[in-house]
């Protein structure tokens, strides 16, 4: 797996002061959960009390790019598919918000929480086999509210999924 978290990213946010240094992520209870889905450790601190959460666990999602202006992330088909054999839609939806959720939650800083307000999808094509990748990219970034598109692909890099999510960013 290439590291694309961008050091402009993370330098921003420790400097923000809004996450502590990678040092306060050795006793993060989630450490290995967060490593084994490609979380930054500059992100570790924010997310010291949920780890990436149950559900981005069952459904294998890994992280291969954070940053405000994009966050990229593959999830197997395999273990994701509705009873006629192919990626569940459910399960494309559910990579969609926690793409658009993680965009948030950088977007503000770890100061202000996203909250899932909408959330609609389009499916394409049939995901069948190996990986799809979801790309998450702003339509526009407010003091409160967050817009972004996520774009779902197979290997082939066929389009197989568009979603959008709108997030409220909460304070606390």
Do not use: Y
């Not at 050091?7 to 040092?23: P, R, Y």
């Not at 790309?135 to 082939?156: F, K, M, N, S, Y």
Request: some cysteine; charged content about 15%; hydrophobic content about 40%.
């Amino acid at each position: 797996m290439s590291n694309n978290f961008t050091e402009d990213n993370a330098s921003s946010i420790e400097i923000s002061g809004t996450f502590a240094s990678e040092q306060a992520a050795d006793g993060n209870p989630f450490a290995q959960q967060l490593a084994a889905h490609g979380v930054p450790t500059t992100m570790w601190p924010m997310l010291a009390s949920h780890g990436v959460g149950t559900l981005v666990e069952k459904l294998g999602i890994i992280f291969s790019e954070i940053s405000v202006d994009r966050v990229v992330a593959t999830m197997p088909v395999e273990g994701n598919q509705q009873v006629a054999g192919i990626l569940h839609g459910g399960a494309s939806v559910a990579l969609a918000e926690t793409l658009g959720s993680f965009a948030a939650a950088v977007h503000g800083k770890g100061a202000r929480k996203p909250v899932g307000v909408d959330i609609s999808a389009t499916h394409h094509r049939a995901g069948v086999t190996g990986l799809v990748t979801g790309v998450c990219t702003p339509i526009h970034l407010g003091r409160t509210l967050t817009t972004h598109e996520i774009v779902i692909i197979d290997e082939a890099g066929r389009r197989l999924c568009t979603s959008r999510i709108t997030n409220m960013l909460l304070d606390g």
